[in-house]
Nanobody
Framework: QLQLVESGGGLVQAGGSLGLSCSGP??????LGWFRQAPGKEREGVSC????????TYSDSVKGRFTISRDTATNTVYLQMDSLKTEDTAVYYC????????????????WGQGTQVTVSS
């Protein structure tokens, strides 16, 4: 069974940058995504990338600030987060789907353990 290992995250001041990465075997077979959940809020699809890296999507809240990419050679998906805001504070999850749609959370059967991102003012 696919297992995802996340790294990155941490504490940063508003306006700063952080990078997240997530690795797992056989990533080529999966649509990959980053989701986040803040306390008291529903889980949100932040950014997702298809098997063909030309297909990407971003939530309106992060568009222009976050960049998703994947490296098929190392089976890793990245999320570069720039111009961070306090409202980006959340637990971020990497997830994999063997279906087709991007950022439809119910399609994602495999999830990472989550990593905390905290943006201070």
């Amino acid at each position: 069974q696919l297992q995802l290992v996340e790294s990155g995250g941490g504490l940063v001041q508003a306006g700063g940058s952080l990078g997240l990465s997530c690795s797992g075997p056989g990533f080529d077979d999966y649509v990959l995504g980053w989701f986040r959940q803040a306390p008291g809020k529903e889980r949100e699809g932040v950014s997702c990338i298809g098997r063909n890296t030309g297909r990407k999507t971003y939530s309106d809240s992060v568009k222009g600030r976050f960049t998703i990419s994947r490296d098929t050679a190392t089976n890793t998906v990245y999320l570069q987060m720039d111009s961070l805001k306090t409202e980006d504070t959340a637990v971020y999850y990497c997830a994999a789907s063997d279906l087709f749609r991007l950022c439809v959370s119910e399609d994602y059967a495999t999830w990472g353990q989550g990593t905390q991102v905290t943006v201070s003012s």
